[in-house]
């Protein structure tokens, strides 16, 4: 009840001016037609709004839907109306994620029309023997600068990198830019956030630039360093960065989704089995179950890095023959990944993903040309895959 509910002297309310001696309206009368009307009003929208957007559940789980959609945020023009205008919210997430999954598909599809077979580097022995450098070094540098997806195999017909040029559209690396920027401010990202086991995190690995942010963030959902598995520090530094952190996985709900749909293409044995490998840690863990309902990524975790430039370096953490998946974003104009033991150069700009074989291939950030750069690997470690014995990562 409001506090300035009406007294019986505010029944009538009489009209002053000019008409105040003929005119005057009983309020009471009026109320009950002004309630019906305005009912009606609210029927009518509610049919309008579900009509346009579909009906919503608020007594159930809410659906986790990312805020933004790529193509309405872009602004692509469509030639008519079509059905798509009646689509629900839900109904037009499900077509752009399968557009863009579809998109992914065709694009590793064509990488593999591609590849590149280097002969000097057999997977088996790089298996058994760790080997870290070809044995035959006069090969001569090759460079993937042309900006065509290819995949790169062993010596013995094994699918060994593939390489993404441009795989995010500039609306898409747009977004994902603004929302890791934002993150990476509103977390105050840094580089000394702790030495990693290989001392790569050191200050000098970062670019520091006036007005350029540097550092790095690691959002792992289960990670599993000495006891038991736990979301990194980096997500429970506190409450407000849980928060933060939630939201911008939230944002980044597409890019794992097309992580997810290239590496399904790229390698579908590895692929089942992590996706085998999920389920079950989500079953056993109920934290990990929270995270996964706000980010669908299938690997284990996520590292962000702004203005990293990482030194020649293995994913030793990982599993000898698992992939890692590269994205890079920014405001720079060129930008390699070296790949010493195959003597591999590939173009490393804006909008790239590369999927490697972390572990067995040393890899190397070198110099980019222009403003900030920020680059995500998604990755899953050893330990996870230890914990399920009866999972093999093929
Ligand atoms: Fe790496």
């Not at 689509?87 to 590849?115: C, H, T, W, Y």
Request: net charge positive; hydrophobic share 35%.
């Amino acid at each position: 009840m409001s506090s300035h509910a009406s007294s019986s002297n505010d029944k009538d309310m009489v009209i002053s001016g000019a008409d105040a001696s003929a005119q005057t309206f009983d309020l009471g009368s009026l109320t009950p037609m002004l309630h019906s009307y305005a009912s009606k009003q609210e029927d009518r929208w509610e049919k309008q709004m579900i009509a346009i957007f579909g009906s919503i559940q608020v007594d159930g789980p809410l659906p986790l839907l990312p805020p933004l959609s790529e193509d309405e945020s872009c602004g692509q023009k469509r030639k008519s109306k079509s059905k798509d205008t009646y689509r629900s919210p839900e109904g037009k997430e499900r077509k752009l994620i399968k557009g863009f999954q579809r998109e992914m598909k065709n694009m590793v599809k064509k990488a593999k029309s591609d590849s590149v077979i280097f002969e000097s580097f057999n997977f088996v022995e790089a298996i058994k023997k760790l080997q870290m450098v070809p044995k035959r070094s006069e090969a001569t540098v090759m460079q993937w600068l042309d900006g065509k997806p290819r995949v790169a195999k062993s010596s013995d017909g094994v699918d060994i990198i593939c390489h993404l040029p441009m795989a995010l559209k500039e609306c898409a690396r747009k977004e994902l830019y603004q929302a890791l920027m934002e993150f990476g401010h509103a977390v105050n990202a840094k580089p000394d956030g702790g030495a990693d086991r290989n001392k790569r995190n050191v200050k000098s690995s970062y670019v520091q630039k006036e007005g350029e942010l540097a550092g790095i963030v690691k959002l792992v959902a289960y990670w599993k360093m000495h006891g038991p598995k736990t979301p990194s520090r980096d997500y429970l530094k506190s409450g407000r960065q849980f928060c933060l952190a939630t939201a911008v996985l939230n944002k980044l709900n597409h890019s794992a989704l097309r992580i997810n749909a290239a590496f399904e293409a790229l390698d579908e044995k590895q692929y089942s089995a992590l996706k085998t490998l999920r389920e079950k840690v989500l079953l056993d863990n109920p934290f990990a179950r929270m995270i996964a309902s706000n980010y669908p990524l299938l690997f284990e975790g996520l590292a962000i890095m702004w203005n990293r430039q990482t030194p020649l370096h293995s994913d030793n953490t990982d599993p000898i023959n698992g992939w890692v998946a590269l994205m890079v974003l920014g405001e720079f104009q060129k930008g390699h990944l070296w790949i010493p033991c195959l003597k591999l150069r590939l173009s490393y700009e804006p909008g790239t993903i590369i999927f490697l074989r972390g572990h067995i291939l040393p890899h190397e950030v070198e110099a980019w040309e222009g403003g900030q750069r920020i680059s995500m690997a998604h990755f899953t470690h050893q330990t996870i895959w230890n914990d399920y014995p009866d999972i093999e990562c093929p």
